[in-house]
């Protein structure tokens, strides 16, 4: 077995390497700092501590508690709010403990945005599709009864006017926006006034955009009407793998807190907890300047990828409006292939993205193993130091692949060579910051 051990630290080597000699255009995908990975590998990495701080039903805690504390008013400052539970342990389970607390057990009915457009698996039904069962999570394990706002493709939004009418006759008891394909805020501030009447409460999941969010930028769910906005940690928010649920609803904090606990957890994984209380420190020092270029590279990536001839959706919007663009690749299918073939081409040349449902995919015979787009994310080469020039290497480097055709090999040692110059974290306090080193040593 000494074999063993050995051959899974080569893989991991590789696996560093990798992404050191790559471009990480992952739009769900960041790089934590150094100080944030030395926490996130303390010794609370092996401890239990549950329930909430100065009530744990372990011994051992008094650390953790000072630890979680201090994670939780970072995050209540970071996000403006009365109330952050920092114990989910992934996004997934942050949009639980809301259902949780928001519908009822027997068919409770939430409204979500359609999937196909971007709304996420998490709020999805059980459903089936040719054929085949899909597990969506909210409809897995609360059974809820769920319905679709509608969605306007030319504007790539919610369409408010339609998705009034549906909470006016769905009644739904938890309305909730957010995805993972986001370019552009949600009206959250129209469609709550709506969701009140009705008597539903508004959640937002903002897995993808909180950085965004906690930095200014974006949009303000929880001052738009929002009750609990939820989160993962490691998207725009470039901490540990984790989630967060935060709210200003005092009268909903006892409920919140027994719906993550004891309703879905007993260990809430501590180091990371630990991890996060860093990066929301970092966040509050350089989010506002990080999240900006963020955005901004975001636009820029966009341009440099239109003007190249290569279709990225919303030009008539500037593109986007958070770290996320999508691309339009149907007009490659006859010389290259949809998404699925022009994701793995682009992995052979060290460009690391994903493929993605264009929203009229589905109607026009496409699906999600090669659908008609790309989604591509602007967090990490932003806090690798990339900056608006950079965007259009990297523009460049995508119209050599599946404009021109270039050979991937030679595109590979172009990226290599491009990418040396980016191998450190930027937006962090400590220094040397080296990124995708195997093992750091502090
Ligand atoms: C990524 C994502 C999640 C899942 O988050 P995990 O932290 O991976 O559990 C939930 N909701 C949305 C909208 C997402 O994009």
Redesign the pocket.
């Known amino acids: 077995m000494r074999n063993k051990v050995e051959e899974i630290r080569q893989i991991l080597m590789e696996h560093n390497r990798l992404f050191s000699d790559s471009i990480p255009l992952i739009a769900?995908e960041n790089i934590t700092s150094p100080a944030v990975d030395e926490a996130a590998n303390c010794d609370m990495s092996h401890r239990y501590a549950e329930g909430w701080v100065g009530q744990r039903v372990y011994a051992g805690c008094k650390y953790i508690d000072m630890v979680e504390d201090i994670c939780m008013e970072l995050a209540k400052e970071y996000f403006k709010c009365i109330h952050a539970d920092v114990r989910p342990i992934?996004?997934?389970?942050a949009?639980l403990a809301m259902y949780n607390a928001f519908t009822s057990d027997n068919n409770g009915k939430m409204l979500i945005m359609p999937i196909p457009k971007g709304g996420?698996i998490?709020?999805a039904p059980k459903f089936t599709k040719s054929g085949m069962a899909i597990y969506g999570t909210a409809g897995t394990v609360r059974g809820l009864n769920i319905e679709y706002m509608a969605f306007d493709n030319d504007e790539m939004n919610l369409d408010v006017d339609k998705t009034a009418k549906i909470i006016r006759s769905f009644e739904p008891e938890l309305v909730l926006f957010?995805?993972?394909v986001?370019l552009f805020p949600h009206p959250v501030k129209e469609l709550s006034e709506v969701a009140k009447e009705v008597g539903a409460n508004v959640g937002y999941?903002a897995?993808?955009v909180a950085g965004l969010i906690g930095s200014g930028y974006f949009q303000d769910p929880l001052r738009e009407g929002a009750d609990v906005m939820t989160m993962?940690t490691?998207?725009t928010l470039p901490g540990p793998?984790?989630?967060t649920l935060v709210s200003n609803r005092e009268d909903l904090i006892e409920t919140l807190r027994s719906c993550t606990f004891p309703a879905l957890l007993s260990n809430h994984h501590l180091h990371n907890v630990a991890a996060l209380a860093v990066a929301f420190a970092e966040m509050l020092e350089f989010g506002k300047e990080y999240h900006k270029n963020v955005i901004q590279n975001a636009k820029a990536l966009a341009q440099a990828l239109n003007e190249r001839g290569i279709n990225v959706l919303m030009e008539h919007k500037g593109f986007t409006e958070s770290h996320q663009i999508v691309v339009d690749i149907t007009k490659f299918e006859k010389t290259i292939g949809l998404g699925g073939d022009i994701e793995a081409l682009l992995e052979k040349c060290n460009i690391i993205l994903n493929r993605n449902l264009l929203p009229w995919d589905i109607q026009e015979g496409r699906h999600y193993q090669n659908p008609g787009g790309l989604r591509l994310g602007t967090s990490e080469v932003t806090r690798l130091g990339m900056g608006k020039t950079e965007m259009e290497d990297i523009a460049e480097f995508i119209k050599k692949v599946i404009v021109d055709k270039s050979d991937p090999k030679k595109i590979r040692e172009q990226v290599i060579e491009f990418k040396k110059g980016f191998q450190e974290i930027k937006y962090c306090f400590q220094s040397p910051n080296k990124a995708y080193e195997y093992i750091k040593f502090y």
């Open positions: 769900s992934s996004g997934v389970v949009n996420h998490s709020h957010g995805g993972s986001f999941d897995a993808h993962s490691h998207k793998q984790h989630g």
